[in-house]
């Protein structure tokens, strides 16, 4: 694809395209290239004896793929499931992994100098996995590195040993 | 013409592993009797060494010369075979195999064992001076240089090889003076463009062996004269100049494109990949009938499709028409799968195949004489199985001879015959593979495996069962041998069998008699991909249990069911308390059935014993294709995977074993 058909990509080397998303109050956004699609909430299967953000596994044409809630993983909104619950199906190195949230906002372009750095919070808040905060059309956007929160220890996603 | 053999390597990297378990096996069952046995292993070693030399692995063709021609000798009834060429040959098919192995992976090659197994060779062939003549050309018996004559026929370069090549190949073997003899050169006007009518004598000037020279004319040999004489003996230099010999030598490679050298390096490269892959060999009669059955599908489908695009009105004969199709669908389908399944299978020969070689290797170095009878070599197997199988079996033998079977001093005294019994057994139980390894040894020593146990601090008692006696030795780190030796004894071993077997959905058992051998018996699923399966409901969850589990179900009765200190439960079955776990207790799950009496008990064999499962109710039985939660997610404890459902769901396939393993920690 030329640079000249597409105005998003044509923006410089150091921009990058977030999709963003709400959990509560509060807009995050993640790398697109991470996504590979957003579908609907369907009946999973439980996985006895797991974390409570953990709904479980679906089938996704043929491939099981483990769901998590990040309103409860983060406290934030209400864990409630209807029609119109998303699921952004992400790409996690070779793993899929499927994410809870309350809806998909939009796709913005944010450049390198937009972002900001997260301020620390200390024990209070963890912001390893906060690759900064970035400010358009004056609403607050966290930047979340999506591979370091998925792959960290206490999302269990992942055997440890194996990783 | 291009001719890439990369392609081919693999297969001749395969054919050769095949052909050195056929030397390995007839190296093993040698009887002077019977002329073909050396025949036999002849040719698998004429074969090796002729692909190796094709495909440039130029140390393994080498190598493998000298046992094919010590092989050759035997064969002409000019040696006898004994024990010490015996083993001085398995030692060579070891080298063999490492020297492929070593060559086409790349990784660590035992060069010492190479280099004193072709010592040994050598000075066996050195013994007879007669028997080595007839190669001697070919050994490492070498002139100062050779005078090549070679005068190819005209049409030598249509076939695509170039003379030129073949010069410049002989060339890199030594300083070569070329002169060309041109008498058969016609006159212009008769001349052919294409052909050849050049002579060439070549004095080639380097002390290499005569087979590498005709090497390098080895792919037009049947397009050309050739005189190879020697120029003058050289013959006290031939250790010196073997190991000087180039060893890029090479097949010369008839193709005129320069391609085998880079051709080598690919396939090396390729070759390192396969023990990932691998490849199965399939008789052509098995893909035949698969080929007919797709086609009788592909024929199935577009009756249906027809059936379903037919604008007209959709009557009640329409209908038979469409379950007779279906029907027919359904049987396709799992002919269809049972072929495809049926490609997997091997049979466990490839398995049982090494153990002659592990028993007779052991037991001489344990100095005890112990004969190995094989039953079922014909029983077939996942290969993925098969390859899971292999290391488990191979400890149990190894244990089987090291501690099982007694030194042949006690085995007098015992009464018993002087040589040790080792059994293989491989055979179909109701949907399970079963493999027994049994001894006719020591057997288990309860009191001292009591003793043991308490002494590490396992929780134990006198009144335990033999079974739950016989299960510590799956304890890691348990070993009651008194002196640890090379081979086993350390305690690392049984617990890894278990796991290993248990990984793959099966099971161990044990039965033993103290003085008359133990018997370990393996019972494994037919398959790895697919698993018989009952589906159960629990609440409003549906776990999958695996078949090879399943004992019985019953729907208890208040008064078989009682409780333990008002916690554990046990089912009163037949005179037998068996422990009662209720799966929605364990899945934090709200059960429809409150009470046990309202649900069914579904009555399990582990590992350690027959359990009780409590569900809400049976569902029913079907074959689920295993998928793997690991992909995603991770190791779940007491779920061994994965499979969807006819409606899109997932459900859990549970592990019995793990299951109740977990609830005694809790």
Known sequence: MSQDLNPNIAATDDARELLTFRLGQEEYGLNILNVQEIRGYDAVTKIANSPAFLKGVINMRGVIVPIIDMRIRFNLGEATYNEFTVVIILNIGSRVIGMVVDAVSDVTSLKAEQVRP?????????????????????????????????????????????A | MSLDVSQFVGVFLEESFEGLDIMEAGLIDFREDDPEAVNVIFRAAHSIKGGAGTFGFREVSDFTHGAETLLDQ???????????????????????????????????????????????????????????????????????????????????????NDPLRLLAELQRLGPAKASVDASRLPALGEMDPEACYLDWNVELSAPVAEAEVRGVFEWVEDECELSVTPLAPAADEAKK??????????PAGGNGDGKPPAAKNGATGESGKRPDGGSIRVAVEKVDSLVNLVGELVITQSMLTQMGNDPGDFDLLRLEQLREGLGQLERQTRELQEGVMGIRMLPISFIFSRFPRVVRDMAGALGKSVDLRMEGEDTELDKGLIEKLADPLTHLVRNAIDHGVESTEQRIAAGKPPAGQISLKAYHQGGNIVVEVADDGAGLDRAKLLAKAESQGMAVSDTMSDREVWSLIFAAGFSTATKVTDISGRGVGMDVVRRNIEAVNGRVEIESSYGEGTRIILRLPLTLAILDGMSVRVGDETYILPMTAILESIQPKTEQLSSIAGKGRVVHLRGDYLPLMALHEAFNIDARAQRAEDGIVIVVATSDGRAALLVDELVAQHQVVIKSLETNYRKVPGVSGATIMGDGKVALILDVDMLLRLRRMH
């Not at chain 2, 492929?100 to 050195?126: H, N, P």
């Not at chain 2, 100049?241 to 890029?248: E, H, I, L, N, V």
């Open chain 2, 74 to 160: 035997i064969r002409q009834g000019e040696r006898r075979m004994n024990t010490e060429t015996g083993d001085t040959l398995l030692a060579a098919v070891d080298c063999i195999r490492e020297l492929l192995r070593a060559s086409s992976e790349g990784g660590d090659l035992d060069t010492e064992k190479v280099v004193s197994t072709r010592t040994a060779i050598e000075q066996m062939l050195g013994k007879t001076p007669d028997g080595a003549s007839a190669e001697a050309a070919a050994t490492p018996v070498v002139n100062a240089g050779w005078q090549i004559s070679f005068k190819p026929r005209p049409e030598l370069m249509k076939t695509g």
């Open chain 2, 241 to 250: 100049s073997a190991a000087a010999t180039p060893p890029a030598g090479g």
């Open chain 1, 118 to 162: 997260a301020p620390d919070f200390g024990a209070v808040l963890d912001t390893a996995y906060i690759d900064g905060l970035a400010n358009v059309d004056e609403r607050m956007i966290i930047v979340i590195d999506i591979e370091k929160l998925m792959t960290a220890e206490d999302m269990g996603l992942i055997d440890q040993a194996a």
